[in-house]
């Protein structure tokens, strides 16, 4: 009984396509995130939701678009993809957007060709 | 601007204790310390946090010097499943507050050795 889980595992696609990465948790937390792993293993936060309403976005490209249909999920759409956008997204979750430990999910490595 | 300084890496012998040390000399008095580790494939995992007094749980203690400036996260018993990169986090106690995000640094990559 997955935590926070992530779909797909895996993602190959083509440059230009645009893709959809899901995001789930069972934890009735109230904050769900979202991290880019890069290839240096660098992790970095790019979105932050608490109760469904954006409190946090990085400098992330606009071709990124989280959306979150109800505090359980949180989904990231990418638009018109690019080779750089290849590495493993992480969502992850807490009970809010305070002082809390987060929980990650097991990631989605995304590979651009 | 990292808030904290890991050694890049370490070894520790099978069964040994792994002790891996953090500093983070210019935290602030409301700012805790967190430990997460991730092994190879998988998300982060939390590991222990705490802000002045040494802390204890099943996994690992975390110790703080008096000065609050550096800290040593012990793993008492290593086994080859703790290989993992452990990153040393601060990040303010502040409840609700949009900002107060996990910010990871480069961490510590700890290979247990047979």
């Known amino acids: 009984d997955t935590a926070v889980s992530q779909t797909p595992k895996y993602l190959v696609t083509q440059m230009g396509n645009d893709k959809s990465i899901k995001c789930e948790q069972n934890l009735g937390h109230d904050t769900m995130y979202w991290y880019k792993q890069d290839s240096k293993k660098f992790l970095k936060i790019m979105f932050s939701?608490?109760?469904?309403?954006?409190?946090i976005n990085e400098t992330v490209p606009n071709r990124f678009s989280p959306k979150s249909p109800d505090k359980a999920h949180l989904n990231l759409h990418i638009n018109s993809l690019e080779l750089g956008d290849s590495a493993v997204y992480f969502c992850?979750?807490?009970?809010?957007?305070?002082?809390?430990?987060?929980?990650f999910g097991s990631g989605t490595r995304l590979t651009v060709v | 601007d990292a808030k904290t300084t890991q050694p890049p890496s370490m070894d520790c012998a099978e069964g040994r204790a792994a002790n891996l040390p953090c500093n983070h000399s210019t935290i602030s008095g409301n700012e805790y310390v967190y430990w997460y580790r991730q092994i190879h494939s998988q998300g982060p995992q939390y590991i222990i946090h705490g802000l002045k007094n040494n802390e204890t749980n099943e996994m690992a203690s975390l110790i703080i010097t008096e000065d609050r400036k550096s800290s040593t996260l012990i793993l008492p018993h290593a086994t080859l499943r703790d290989t993992a990169v452990y990153y040393c986090i601060v990040r303010p106690y502040m409840n609700n507050n949009a900002g107060n995000m996990l910010t990871f640094g480069g961490g510590t990559r700890l290979m247990v050795k047979p």
């Open positions: 992850a979750s807490s009970q809010g957007p305070g002082n809390y430990g987060y929980t």
């Open positions: 939701y608490n109760n469904k309403e954006l409190i």
